[in-house]
């Protein structure tokens, strides 16, 4: 049995298996540019975030309807429960699809119809967080938020994802204000492959609750003293810092000093579809690459229920 776990870094169009692609392509009448899910799959190599980033902005383009978002996050659903996961806070990129004309009604409302259906379904409690893309500008985000207005009751929060080099933290200062004054709750991606100091930036500029990967943390001890200190907790995906060569190879990946140094580190998928493997596949990558132990594992588990915006007696409850 999977240890039960909540997962707290997960795209959902992250989520796109090769089989869904085709199938979705083939229902809305798209051509994709592969001969068939084997060629998709082999092009699911890449070696730094921007590489990846084309291939997943792209393959986007299958997703039109409400019934394409359901089942994509049907799909992930199903596959998370068989995970062990009981909880879900699950990303999603509304400007991806807005930018391809697809209305954000369509990609709120049909994701939350298979989210509304989970807890029956899979057993599985979920949360919506709308991230904003980093490399675009400030304007477009605020004018997300807006547009997401009708919807906020779905999402509990927002998020900043992306190329994140070039692209500190501080420029989504005014979005960031506007989202807490809503009572949106905050987190963003920082420290995977920009440096340290943007994970301070997140932190005192934007107020972000937790930080997504924080990987880099590691090169500033007094950073890392700050985030032991305050409880940030860092949802850390280690196939994907492989899979984009933040770090070479998994049995490289910091995670046992992190542990070790006192930081709230939660293990989660990122993108599963592209970076070969679902949480609890991640769980047992580190525990064989890592040597960690069962009471390792626990920790990560029960952080990960902590570190969850649920409250306390739901999380308790979980675990
Ligand atoms: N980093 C930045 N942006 C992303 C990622 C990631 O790991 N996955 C999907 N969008
Ligand atoms: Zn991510």
């Keep these: 049995m999977p240890i039960p776990k909540a997962e707290l870094h997960l795209h959902i169009e ?70 062990g996961v009981r909880h879900a806070e699950i990303f999603f990129d509304p400007q991806a699809h807005t930018a391809r004309g697809i209305p954000i009604g369509t990609v709120v409302e049909g994701l939350s119809r298979a989210l509304d259906r989970s807890e029956e379904r899979h057993g599985i409690s979920t949360r ?33 994802d992306s190329a994140e080099v070039g692209h500190p933290p501080a420029k989504f200062r005014k979005v960031y204000e506007a989202a807490a004054a809503r009572g949106l709750r905050l987190v963003a991606h920082a420290g995977e492959e920009g440096p340290p100091a943007y994970i301070t930036e997140a932190l005192d500029v934007l107020g972000v609750e937790r930080i997504d990967h924080g990987l880099r943390c590691m090169e500033d001890p007094a950073l890392v003293e700050r985030l032991v200190r305050d409880r940030v907790p860092l949802t850390l995906c280690p196939l994907s810092n492989v899979r984009l060569r933040a770090i070479d190879v998994l049995e490289e ?67």
Excluded at 257 to 264: I, T
Excluded at 265 to 277: E, H, K, L
């Design 14 to 83: 992250g989520t796109l298996e090769p089989e869904l692609a085709f199938a979705l392509a083939a229902r809305n009448g798209i051509e994709l540019p592969y001969a068939d899910t084997e060629e998709l799959r082999k092009a699911y190599l890449f070696d730094d975030l921007q590489t990846f980033l084309n291939l997943y902005y792209s393959l986007m383009a299958v997703l039109r309807t409400e019934a394409d978002f359901e089942e994509l996050a049907d799909a992930y659903l199903a596959r998370a429960a068989e995970q």
């Design 128 to 160: 919506l967080i709308m991230c904003f893309l980093r490399d675009q500008s400030a304007d477009s985000a605020l004018e997300t938020l807006t547009a997401a207005e009708p919807h906020l009751h779905r999402i509990i929060g927002i998020g900043l």
């Design 253 to 319: 990946h910091p995670l046992p000093q992190m542990l070790d140094a006192g930081l709230m580190c939660t293990v989660n998928s990122d993108d599963p579809a592209y970076f070969g493997g679902y949480v609890d596949d991640t769980f047992h990558a580190v525990r064989e690459a890592l040597g960690l132990d069962q009471e390792r594992l626990r920790t990560l588990a029960r952080n990960s229920f902590e570190a969850a915006f649920l409250d306390r007696d739901a999380a308790d409850e979980a675990l």
